[in-house]
């Protein structure tokens, strides 16, 4: 067994603080890490999604840093793609039906490597994408496959905070978490 599997959560985060440091690259899931996993359809069978402003306000925190954030998702729909552009987010990769060749050619465009890299999953499928990272992360209520085998485990579930979380660890060592916790945000919120 892991030995970091039996540390309190929150010592978790402290041991992978040295990997932490090292993301440039935060690449999400979407259904069911930046939604709650469910899928809505309108009276025209539009697909409607719920996003969380608190995971918004988190990847412009992020942003902000000067990590590059993207999206990797197996689904379609249009919602995804109107969240990343409302958000600013460049890289918006959806339809992948093979994650882990996205991530690289992502990671190739970028010009970044697997070890800066962190990935946000909540179910098996999500696996997959394990070689090409340097941080796999799950939510809290993802698949126990993928909680057993991830990196970290967000406090969190999808759709509920989990991405602000994640801004959180990745943020506070650093001078712009103390500024933002002492001064607040002063951009608009999303």
């Not at 970028?110 to 999953?121: D, I, Q, Y």
């Not at 990196?151 to 990745?170: I, K, N, T």
Request: glycine fraction near 12%; charge should be positive.
């Amino acid at each position: 067994m892991d030995p970091l599997r039996s540390l309190p959560r929150r010592l978790r985060w402290w041991s992978q603080r040295h990997r932490l440091a090292e993301v440039r690259l935060v690449v999400l899931d979407v259904d069911g890490v930046l939604t709650d996993g469910g899928l809505w359809y309108g009276p025209q069978g539009e697909l409607i999604k719920r996003f969380d402003v608190r995971d918004g306000l988190g990847i412009r925190l992020m942003q902000q840093a000067g990590l590059e954030v993207a999206l990797l998702s197996g689904g379609r729909g249009g919602a995804t793609e109107q969240r990343a552009a409302h958000l600013g987010i460049r890289h918006c990769l959806v339809g992948a039906a093979d994650k882990p060749v996205a991530l690289a050619a992502l990671q190739a465009t970028v010009g970044l490597p697997a070890s800066a890299t962190a990935f946000v999953g909540d179910d098996v499928n999500d696996l997959a994408v394990r070689p090409e990272v340097g941080l796999l992360i799950a939510t809290a209520d993802a698949a126990p496959p993928l909680r057993r085998r991830a990196d970290l485990v967000l406090g969190h579930p999808g759709g509920r905070g989990a991405v602000r979380e994640l801004a959180e660890h990745l943020l506070r060592p650093t001078p712009l978490w103390h500024d933002l916790s002492t001064h607040g945000w002063r951009d608009r919120n999303d």
